[in-house]
Structure formats: structure tokens, C-alpha cells
């Protein structure tokens, strides 16, 4: 886990600790290696039987009060937050679908990062496992719970087009600004990051592409076996199959750490001392949780009014929907994301920003899209993995070039520069398209 | 000439100024060997002391003062590939006597196929004068002048499919036959090792050539999905954007080019400074090679104009599709001696420059010129846009994946290039029975 989601932990300190300028840099360089160490020695079961115990975490007991202060009011990013209620407000007074769609989305943003450091917070108490898990379930809680609710209203042509949005926003946006800014950092060298884990990772992007290709190839040659349904049993079935396979990834990233970080032992024996107040949550394990499904529910109403606004934000913006699904909705949904990873990258920890893009992506295409075919299988929505023609080839080409991108094993601003700039390609592709037949949603 | 755009460069495509040398050394076989030799270190030096711009200075190019006939005599005479140079007014001859477009194509075919060559010893000669950023842009746009000049005129008289035809001809030649034939002869020549490359920039120009891929297919898709907003207008204005944006791309990568080369050269620099000075002064003045270029350029527009008129006329005369002529016929000829000069670099284990040659070149194509068409178009109020039609969208998708996979691993060998060449026949193979499904494409 430490590879895909070691962000949320850092992530959320680092946006923590931007409250206080002036603590900024050493707590920055702190809260780094209290993270590498927390992963380290979370990883590392051996090792945690002599080292876990010296860093059980001291439950604060904090009032409801302080509470409250350390989760709303310790972060400048959170001044968003009161858009939430603001447009709940303007969705009952004014028609206007547009301002209703724009509050929302800035009302979400703050809230993306809270949850990652809830996250971050209640992974403290459970064991690496579970915590590893937590990461990697509430990673992109925020776009499932979207996509949720659109299945719920039947809109699913919008679930399929947010979830396809987040995974190019991640893999080329994301991407290619940490490249680019650590590359201008950097300039004078190409910085490296782990190539193993890279081909792992553009493996199981390909995997997921060849998922979601073969329903629509199927579908586009009209070579069902019975038509209509023979798509929609394959995509269940690849759905679980992909399921499977992510649960397998989470097993093999787990157990593979404990070989993969002892070069982070040294550092993390040098900084036990000096970190050991860093490991402490801020918020005790009930606290956590309390928060967390506050949180939880706070995103759901939200997204509520959110998928309600679409369609009429498309109208009255005179924007196609597949633009505002596609490359409006994951650019606001993955602020936060993205912050991290060009913090990560201007400090030359390339393998994290890979971590937060790639891992996030493989957590869309693998985990979010074919967990939203099995609830809409359950619901009885007829949400398949078919995404049409435009949008596959797309993904295709995307998952290629970026797969080409991290054979190498190392960057430049030059490939960050073309990343962004197929990013920029695609956004336009998708400006200018719509979907050809009527019933779109 | 392409090749002459990495030589300033200093990267992979010395090769320019080494070919035009190498070429004049054919003349005379008995200097041919000390000639080669020799001509192994100056480029590097040129490109090296280029680059630097601090000893620019301590070799100001001696102008040497030409009469019109010595002039005359260098540029034209010298070079015996020149003796083609009379197929063009043959050609001309040919088109106002008799009436047979096949003949008039053929002659016109091989009456540019000298000018190629020197065009890019004029580039050449002009880098001399101008700065390496100068003269590295130069290369970088003169590099496949007859091909930019053959669509803008193509593009003049609206045909705008032999234009799209063209290009993708010539990216795709440059891809396998030209990068193959180098990896077959330099893997025959060192048959007992494998030739390496750097990886690094294999890797940032197979980069590009993708970008160039997704630039042409999402129009392409959009097109074929029918699910434009405005039907026919919204292709149409991606193209344009995309084109933009690729210009943008090709300019930062030149400048990505041009600000990581310093550090590859500073060894060879210090070995080579004193042993070549004389073979860095030009031949001729700086007015002179501004002067032949433009003739040279005119020379070319000129017999390019009839050559496009001529394209339909052959293909009904010969009975070919004319996709093939456009993708097949036209670019082989153009890049000839491009193609020669790989094949030679290859055979001298300096497998970088061939790179250089065939990749930049695609790049180069993919990356300018066609949006530089897309863009002329938009000027001159022409349609052109980047939807190259399903059938050669595929197949360059398919090369690029296939040229970027060989590529990947830094090393090279004759089966390597044999499988190349070979794909390229079948490409070759497949235009040969196709043609375009609807007549309204001219």
C-alpha cells in the first residue's frame, strides 16, 4: 500500500501542516519521514512486534470542542467548506442549475482531503493490514459515492464518464505536473523512480483497459452470442475478475513491501527518537470514525444535489455532459490528490507522486468501476463495462502512451510537458464531443 | 535535408554535414577511405563546438569568396548524384510534347531526387554562418523541406487527401524502411555483437511520435463515432487545436533538444579541436548559400507543381491506387538520401546518428509538418484537418506501437531491422489494394 496510497498519510499532514507557515519546513521534512517510518515499521510485521509497541499510539482524549478544532479549523483549505451548505441554500431558492453545480463542487473539495486525513488518522489504531486497506478502500471514496448516487437516479452513462474522467485526470494531469514541476526543480538530472513497481502498475492499467475494451468491441461488432444481455453478463463478469485481481494487487503490494523497504530502515531508526510524538493520531479511534461517517455523510448529501445539477449545469453552461463529467468533475474531485503529488515530486520523491497518480488510477479502473457494476447489478441497473467506442479508444491510446512513459524508469519536465499536453488533447476531444445517440444518461 | 537539423544539434544527426562530404568523396574513390575517416571527427567537432558557443568564436567560417562558375561548379558539379538534375527540365519537356503522365511523373520523381540532397548542403553550408540555435532551427524546419513544399502545394490545389497520404508515407518510410535497412546492414556489418543506442532519447522520441498518434487519432474517432457536437465543424476545430498544440510540443522539444545536448560532447570536443579545424569552413559564402537555397527551393516548387498534377494522370495510367503512389512511391524517392546516409552511419556502428535520421525525421513530419499544413489550411481557408481516415489512422497506430516496442531495449541487431523491413512490405503491401471508400476525396 505504501506504493499507491503512502499519499493519504503524507497528504493529509503536509496539508496540515500549511496552516502554519512557520512550522512549514521542519515539521514538513518531520511529518516525511514520520510517514516513511510509520510505513516502514507498518510494513514490516517483524519488526513491529519490537517497535509497535513503543509507538502505541496514546489515545487523546479530546473534547468535542477540540475535536472539532483539530478537524475543521487546523486547515486553511477548509474555509471551502460552508459552499456545502451555500449551495444546498441557492439549489432551494434559485433555479439556477449552473451556480448550484459550481458551489457543490467547491463545497467537495475540502471535504476529499478531511477524509483523507480521518483516513490517515483511524489507520493509526488498526493494524497495517486494515489500514492498508482503509488507504486503499477510501482513497477515492468521494467518486464512488458520486457514482453511486448517479447509478442510483439511473444515470449511467454519467458513471461511466466521471470514473473514466478520474482515471485520465490521474494518469496524465497528475502525472504530468509532478514530472513537469520536478523536473524544473530538477532540471539538471532526470530524477528516477522505481521501474519495478511502474511496469507492475501500466500492467494492471492494460488489464483494466483489456477489461473494459472487449464489452464494447463485442457490442460495436455486433457478435453477441444473445444480444443484448451477452454484454452485460461479460461485463459482470470481467467486473469480478477485476475485483479479484485487485484484491490480489493489495495482497502483493502488502506482503512485498516488508522486502522492498529496508533501504528506508536506516532512516527510520535515525528518526524513531526524533518522531515518535509525530506517530500519535490527533483523534482518538472513536473520534476517527465518528468523523469519518460524518464526513462520509456529508459527501453523500453533497453529491446528491451534485448529480442532480449536472445535467442542468450542461444546459445552462452550454457545455456537453461529457465534458463536465469527464474533465470538470475529476480535476475538482482530485485537488487534493494532485497537490501532494507535485509536493512530492519537487522534493525528488518521485515513487510517491507515482504512487498517488498510478495508484489512484488503478484504484478507479480496477477497483471503483467494476465494484459500480456489481452494486448496479445489485440495484438492478443496467450499468455494464461498455463504455462506447469514443471513450475506450481513448483510454486505450492514454493507458499506452503513459504505460510508455513509465517503461524508464525516470523523468524530465519534457515528458511532465507532454503529458499535460496530451491532457489537453483529451480535454478537447472531449469539448467537442457528445454522446451520438439520444439517451445518453 | 532532416539529417542537417541534429547536426547542429549535436545529438544523432551530425550526419548532414558528414553526408554531404561523404557524398562529394564519391567522386574521387581514392580519398574516399581518408575522407570518411577524417569526416568521422569533424562533424562531431562542428556539432560540439556549435553547441559551445564560447569557441564559435575562435572559428569564424573563412567566407570564401566564389566566382558565379566556381560557385556553379561546387554546388552543381561536384556531386556526381547531380547528374539526375536534368531528368527535371526533361520532365518538363516531356509534359508540354508528349501527353503520358506516367513518363512525366517518373522523370519528375527522379529529377527532385537530387535537389533533396542539395537543399541540405545549402542548409548546411548556412548553419556554418548562423549560431548553433540558428542553425539547429533551420535543420529542424529545412530538414524535410520538399515534403512541406509538395503538400503546400497539394494543399493549394485542395487535395487535401494526397496531402494527409503523403505525410503519413513518409512518416511511416522513415519509421521502418529507412530505420530498418540501418538496423539490417549495421547488425550485417557487426554481425557478431548487438549495435546500442541511447535509450534515453529513443524513449523521449518514441514519446512523441505516441503524442503524434493521439493527436491524429482522436479526431479520426470522433469523426467515426459520429458523435460530434456540431457535426463536420467540431472536427474540424479539434484538428485545428490539436495542431496547435503539437506546434507547441515540437518547440519545447526542440528546446529540451537544444538544452540537453552540452553535456554529452565536452570529451570529444578537447580531442578533436586542433586535429579538424580546416574541415569546418564552408564552401561557400553566406550570401551564396542563402542564394542557392532559394534557387534550389524555387527548382523544387517548380517541378513539385507538375509532379502533383501529374499523381492522378500516373495513377490511371499505370493502373496503381493512387494511396499507394502517395504513401508508398513519392516518400521513398524524397527520402533517398536520407536513407543512404542512415544505412552509412549504421555500417560505421554510430547507430545514434541513423536514429536520428529516421526517427527525427518521423518526428519532425508528424509533429510540424502536418499540423503546419493543418494550419496553412486554416489560412488559406482550405479544409485539412487530422482525420486521416480509419485505414491509415490503424495502421500508424499500429507502427508506432511496433517501432516504439523495438526501440525500448537499446539495441539493435540485422533480424531486428529485417523485421522491420519487412512490416514495412506488408504496410506497402496494404496500400497497394487500397483506396478510399468515397470518390469526393481529391
Same mark, same amino acid.
Given at each position: 500500500?505504501?506504493?499507491?496510497?503512502?499519499?493519504?498519510?503524507?497528504?493529509?499532514?503536509?496539508?496540515?501542516?500549511?496552516?502554519?507557515? &512557520?512550522?512549514?519546513?521542519? &515539521?514538513?521534512?518531520?511529518?516525511?519521514?514520520?510517514?516513511?517510518?510509520?510505513?516502514?515499521?507498518?510494513?514490516?510485521?517483524?519488526?513491529?512486534?519490537?517497535?509497535?509497541?513503543?509507538?502505541?499510539?496514546?489515545?487523546?482524549?479530546?473534547?468535542?470542542?477540540?475535536?472539532?478544532?483539530?478537524?475543521?479549523?487546523?486547515?486553511?483549505?477548509?474555509?471551502?467548506?460552508?459552499?456545502?451548505? &451555500?449551495?444546498?441554500?441557492?439549489?432551494?431558492?434559485? *433555479?439556477?442549475?449552473?451556480?448550484?453545480?459550481?458551489?457543490?463542487?467547491?463545497?467537495i473539495t475540502p471535504l476529499a482531503e478531511r477524509l483523507g486525513y480521518a483516513t490517515e488518522q483511524l489507520a493509526c489504531y488498526t493494524g497495517p493490514t486494515v489500514g492498508g486497506l482503509l488507504n486503499a478502500t477510501f482513497g477515492n471514496v468521494t467518486e464512488l459515492i458520486i457514482s453511486i448516487f448517479a447509478l442510483k437516479n439511473g444515470m449511467i452513462r454519467v458513471v461511466q464518464l466521471t470514473l473514466l474522467g478520474s482515471i485520465l485526470s490521474n494518469m496524465l494531469l497528475v502525472l504530468g505536473c509532478a514530472f513537469f514541476c520536478g523536473g524544473l526543480v530538477f532540471y539538471q538530472k532526470d530524477q528516477v523512480? *522505481?521501474?519495478?513497481?511502474?511496469?507492475?502498475?501500466?500492467?494492471?492499467?492494460?488489464?483494466?483497459?483489456?477489461?473494459?475494451?472487449?464489452?464494447?468491441?463485442?457490442?460495436?461488432?455486433?457478435?453477441?452470442?444473445? %444480444?443484448?444481455?451477452?454484454?452485460?453478463?461479460?461485463?459482470?463478469?470481467?467486473?469480478?475478475?477485476?475485483?479479484?485481481?485487485?484484491?490480489?494487487?493489495?495482497?502483493?503490494?502488502?506482503k512485498s513491501q516488508s522486502n522492498s523497504y529496508s533501504p528506508l530502515d536506516e532512516e527510520s531508526n535515525q528518526n524513531e527518537e526524533t518522531s515518535a510524538e509525530d506517530e500519535d493520531p490527533e483523534i482518538s479511534k472513536w473520534e476517527a470514525i465518528i468523523w469519518l461517517s460524518i464526513l462520509t455523510a456529508w459527501v453523500s448529501l453533497l453529491s446528491g444535489y451534485l448529480v442532480d445539477a449536472i445535467e442542468g449545469a450542461s444546459v445552462s453552461w452550454n457545455i456537453p455532459i461529457a465534458f463536465i463529467s469527464t474533465i470538470l468533475l475529476p480535476i475538482v474531485g482530485n485537488a487534493a490528490e494532485h497537490a501532494?503529488?507535485?509536493?512530492?515530486?519537487?522534493?525528488?520523491?518521485?515513487?510517491?507522486?507515482?504512487?498517488? %497518480?498510478?495508484?489512484?488510477?488503478?484504484?478507479?479502473?480496477?477497483?471503483?468501476?467494476?465494484?459500480?457494476?456489481?452494486?448496479?447489478?445489485?440495484?438492478?441497473?443496467?450499468? *455494464?463495462?461498455?463504455?462506447?467506442?469514443?471513450?475506450?479508444?481513448?483510454?486505450?491510446?492514454?493507458?499506452?502512451?503513459?504505460?510508455?512513459?513509465?517503461?524508464?524508469?525516470?523523468?524530465?519536465?519534457?515528458?511532465?510537458?507532454?503529458?499535460?499536453?496530451?491532457?489537453?488533447?483529451? %480535454?478537447?476531444?472531449?469539448?467537442?464531443?457528445? *454522446?451520438?445517440?439520444?439517451?445518453?444518461? | 535535408?532532416?539529417?542537417?537539423?541534429?547536426?547542429?544539434?549535436?545529438?544523432?544527426?551530425?550526419?548532414?554535414?558528414?553526408?554531404?562530404?561523404?557524398?562529394?568523396?564519391?567522386?574521387?574513390?581514392?580519398?574516399?577511405?581518408?575522407?570518411?575517416?577524417?569526416?568521422?571527427?569533424?562533424?562531431?567537432?562542428?556539432?560540439?563546438?556549435?553547441?559551445?558557443?564560447?569557441?564559435?568564436?575562435?572559428?569564424?567560417?573563412?567566407?570564401?569568396?566564389?566566382?558565379?562558375?566556381?560557385?556553379?561548379?561546387?554546388?552543381?558539379?561536384?556531386?556526381?548524384?547531380?547528374?539526375?538534375?536534368?531528368?527535371?527540365?526533361?520532365?518538363? +519537356?516531356?509534359?508540354?510534347?508528349?501527353?503520358?503522365?506516367?513518363?512525366?511523373?517518373?522523370?519528375?520523381?527522379?529529377?527532385?531526387?537530387?535537389?533533396?540532397?542539395?537543399?541540405?548542403?545549402?542548409?548546411?553550408?548556412?548553419?556554418?554562418?548562423?549560431?548553433?540555435?540558428?542553425?539547429?532551427?533551420?535543420?529542424?524546419?529545412?530538414?524535410?523541406?520538399?515534403?512541406?513544399?509538395?503538400s503546400i502545394i497539394a494543399l493549394k490545389n485542395g487535395m487535401i487527401r494526397v496531402v494527409q497520404l503523403t505525410l503519413l508515407g513518409s512518416i511511416l518510410s522513415n519509421m521502418l524502411l529507412v530505420l530498418g535497412c540501418a538496423f539490417f546492414c549495421g547488425g550485417l556489418v557487426f554481425s557478431r555483437k548487438d549495435q546500442v543506442f541511447d535509450k534515453g532519447n529513443a524513449v523521449v522520441s518514441s514519446g512523441m511520435l505516441l503524442m503524434a498518434v493521439m493527436g491524429l487519432l482522436f479526431p479520426t474517432v470522433l469523426h467515426y463515432t459520429h458523435s460530434e457536437v456540431h457535426a463536420g465543424s467540431s472536427e474540424?476545430?479539434?484538428?485545428?487545436?490539436?495542431?496547435?498544440?503539437?506546434?507547441?510540443?515540437?518547440?519545447?522539444?526542440?528546446?529540451?533538444?537544444?538544452?540537453?545536448?552540452?553535456?554529452?560532447?565536452?570529451?570529444?570536443?578537447?580531442?578533436?579541436?586542433?586535429?579538424?579545424?580546416?574541415?569546418?569552413?564552408?564552401?561557400?559564402?553566406?550570401?551564396?548559400?542563402?542564394?542557392?537555397?532559394?534557387?534550389?527551393?524555387?527548382?523544387?516548387?517548380?517541378?513539385?507543381?507538375?509532379?502533383?498534377?501529374?499523381?492522378?494522370?500516373?495513377?490511371?495510367?499505370?493502373?496503381?491506387?493512387?494511396?499507394?503512389?502517395?504513401?508508398?512511391?513519392?516518400?521513398?524517392?524524397?527520402?533517398?538520401?536520407?536513407?543512404?546516409?542512415?544505412?552509412?552511419?549504421?555500417?560505421?556502428?554510430?547507430?545514434? +546518428?541513423?536514429?536520428?535520421?529516421?526517427?527525427?525525421?518521423?518526428?519532425?513530419?508528424?509533429?510540424?509538418?502536418?499540423?503546419?499544413?493543418?494550419?496553412?489550411?486554416?489560412?488559406?481557408?482550405?479544409?485539412?484537418?487530422?482525420?486521416?481516415?480509419?485505414?491509415?489512422?490503424?495502421?500508424?497506430?499500429?507502427?508506432?506501437?511496433?517501432?516504439?516496442?523495438?526501440?525500448?531495449?537499446?539495441?539493435?541487431?540485422?533480424?531486428?531491422?529485417?523485421?522491420?523491413?519487412?512490416?514495412?512490405?506488408?504496410?506497402?503491401?496494404?496500400?497497394?489494394?487500397?483506396?478510399?471508400?468515397?470518390?469526393?476525396?481529391?
Amino acid at each position: 500500500m505504501s506504493c499507491c496510497k503512502v499519499p493519504v498519510l503524507i497528504e493529509a499532514q503536509v496539508e496540515m501542516v500549511s496552516a502554519n507557515e &512557520l512550522e512549514n519546513k521542519s &515539521l514538513f521534512r518531520q511529518e516525511e519521514d514520520a510517514a516513511q517510518t510509520k510505513e516502514a515499521s507498518l510494513m514490516e510485521q517483524g519488526s513491529l512486534s519490537t517497535s509497535f509497541p513503543q509507538h502505541t499510539p496514546k489515545a487523546p482524549k479530546n473534547s468535542v470542542l477540540n475535536s472539532i478544532k483539530i478537524v475543521i479549523f487546523c486547515n486553511k483549505l477548509n474555509l471551502l467548506l460552508p459552499f456545502g451548505p &451555500l449551495a444546498i441554500l441557492v439549489h432551494y431558492m434559485i *433555479d439556477s442549475k449552473g451556480w448550484v453545480f459550481l458551489l457543490t463542487l467547491v463545497g467537495i473539495t475540502p471535504l476529499a482531503e478531511r477524509l483523507g486525513y480521518a483516513t490517515e488518522q483511524l489507520a493509526c489504531y488498526t493494524g497495517p493490514t486494515v489500514g492498508g486497506l482503509l488507504n486503499a478502500t477510501f482513497g477515492n471514496v468521494t467518486e464512488l459515492i458520486i457514482s453511486i448516487f448517479a447509478l442510483k437516479n439511473g444515470m449511467i452513462r454519467v458513471v461511466q464518464l466521471t470514473l473514466l474522467g478520474s482515471i485520465l485526470s490521474n494518469m496524465l494531469l497528475v502525472l504530468g505536473c509532478a514530472f513537469f514541476c520536478g523536473g524544473l526543480v530538477f532540471y539538471q538530472k532526470d530524477q528516477v523512480f *522505481d521501474k519495478g513497481i511502474a511496469t507492475v502498475n501500466s500492467g494492471l492499467l492494460l488489464m483494466a483497459v483489456m477489461g473494459i475494451l472487449f464489452p464494447a468491441v463485442l457490442h460495436y461488432t455486433h457478435s453477441e452470442v444473445h %444480444a443484448g444481455s451477452s454484454e452485460l453478463a461479460l461485463s459482470r463478469f470481467s467486473s469480478c475478475i477485476m475485483l479479484i485481481a485487485y484484491a490480489a494487487y493489495l495482497f502483493f503490494q502488502l506482503k512485498s513491501q516488508s522486502n522492498s523497504y529496508s533501504p528506508l530502515d536506516e532512516e527510520s531508526n535515525q528518526n524513531e527518537e526524533t518522531s515518535a510524538e509525530d506517530e500519535d493520531p490527533e483523534i482518538s479511534k472513536w473520534e476517527a470514525i465518528i468523523w469519518l461517517s460524518i464526513l462520509t455523510a456529508w459527501v453523500s448529501l453533497l453529491s446528491g444535489y451534485l448529480v442532480d445539477a449536472i445535467e442542468g449545469a450542461s444546459v445552462s453552461w452550454n457545455i456537453p455532459i461529457a465534458f463536465i463529467s469527464t474533465i470538470l468533475l475529476p480535476i475538482v474531485g482530485n485537488a487534493a490528490e494532485h497537490a501532494g503529488a507535485i509536493m512530492f515530486a519537487m522534493k525528488d520523491k518521485l515513487d510517491l507522486s507515482l504512487g498517488v %497518480a498510478i495508484g489512484s488510477s488503478i484504484q478507479i479502473s480496477m477497483f471503483a468501476v467494476p465494484f459500480c457494476v456489481v452494486i448496479g447489478w445489485m440495484m438492478g441497473q443496467q450499468m *455494464d463495462l461498455n463504455f462506447q467506442l469514443f471513450e475506450t479508444a481513448m483510454l486505450f491510446i492514454t493507458v499506452i502512451v503513459v504505460a510508455f512513459f513509465l517503461q524508464e524508469g525516470s523523468s524530465n519536465y519534457f515528458k511532465g510537458l507532454m503529458l499535460i499536453l496530451c491532457y489537453l488533447i483529451v %480535454a478537447a476531444s472531449f469539448f467537442v464531443h457528445e *454522446d451520438p445517440h439520444q439517451d445518453g444518461i | 535535408m532532416f539529417s542537417n537539423f541534429f547536426k547542429s544539434m549535436g545529438w544523432c544527426k551530425v550526419p548532414g554535414f558528414m553526408q554531404a562530404h561523404v557524398e562529394l568523396g564519391f567522386v574521387n574513390e581514392v580519398e574516399l577511405k581518408c575522407l570518411l575517416e577524417q569526416e568521422t571527427y569533424s562533424p562531431q567537432t562542428k556539432a560540439a563546438s556549435l553547441m559551445e558557443q564560447g569557441a564559435l568564436r575562435e572559428r569564424r567560417a573563412k567566407a570564401p569568396r566564389n566566382s558565379v562558375v566556381q560557385s556553379f561548379k561546387i554546388v552543381i558539379l561536384s556531386n556526381k548524384l547531380n547528374l539526375l538534375l536534368f531528368f527535371g527540365p526533361l520532365a518538363i +519537356l516531356v509534359h508540354y510534347v508528349t501527353d503520358n503522365k506516367g513518363w512525366f511523373f517518373l522523370l519528375s520523381l527522379v529529377g527532385i531526387t537530387p535537389l533533396a540532397e542539395r537543399l541540405g548542403y545549402a542548409t548546411e553550408q548556412l548553419a556554418c554562418y548562423t549560431g548553433s540555435t540558428v542553425g539547429g532551427l533551420l535543420n529542424a524546419t529545412f530538414g524535410n523541406v520538399i515534403e512541406l513544399i509538395i503538400s503546400i502545394i497539394a494543399l493549394k490545389n485542395g487535395m487535401i487527401r494526397v496531402v494527409q497520404l503523403t505525410l503519413l508515407g513518409s512518416i511511416l518510410s522513415n519509421m521502418l524502411l529507412v530505420l530498418g535497412c540501418a538496423f539490417f546492414c549495421g547488425g550485417l556489418v557487426f554481425s557478431r555483437k548487438d549495435q546500442v543506442f541511447d535509450k534515453g532519447n529513443a524513449v523521449v522520441s518514441s514519446g512523441m511520435l505516441l503524442m503524434a498518434v493521439m493527436g491524429l487519432l482522436f479526431p479520426t474517432v470522433l469523426h467515426y463515432t459520429h458523435s460530434e457536437v456540431h457535426a463536420g465543424s467540431s472536427e474540424l476545430a479539434l484538428s485545428r487545436f490539436i495542431s496547435c498544440i503539437m506546434l507547441v510540443t515540437y518547440a519545447a522539444y526542440l528546446f529540451f533538444q537544444l538544452k540537453s545536448q552540452p553535456s554529452f560532447y565536452t570529451e570529444e570536443t578537447k580531442q578533436n579541436k586542433e586535429m579538424s579545424e580546416d574541415d569546418e569552413d564552408p564552401e561557400i559564402s553566406k550570401w551564396e548559400a542563402i542564394i542557392w537555397l532559394s534557387i534550389l527551393t524555387a527548382w523544387v516548387s517548380i517541378l513539385s507543381g507538375y509532379l502533383v498534377d501529374a499523381i492522378e494522370g500516373a495513377s490511371v495510367s499505370w493502373k496503381i491506387p493512387i494511396s499507394f503512389i502517395s504513401v508508398i512511391l513519392l516518400p521513398i524517392v524524397e527520402n533517398a538520401a536520407e536513407h543512404a546516409g542512415a544505412i552509412m552511419f549504421a555500417m560505421k556502428d554510430k547507430l545514434d +546518428l541513423s536514429l536520428g535520421v529516421a526517427i527525427g525525421s518521423s518526428i519532425q513530419i508528424s509533429m510540424f509538418a502536418v499540423p503546419f499544413c493543418v494550419m496553412i489550411g486554416w489560412m488559406m481557408g482550405v479544409q485539412m484537418d487530422l482525420n486521416f481516415q480509419l485505414f491509415e489512422t490503424a495502421t500508424l497506430f499500429t507502427t508506432v506501437i511496433v517501432v516504439a516496442f523495438f526501440l525500448q531495449e537499446g539495441t539493435s541487431n540485422y533480424f531486428k531491422g529485417l523485421m522491420l523491413i519487412l512490416c514495412y512490405l506488408v504496410v506497402a503491401a496494404s496500400f497497394f489494394v487500397h483506396e478510399d471508400p468515397h470518390q469526393g476525396w481529391c
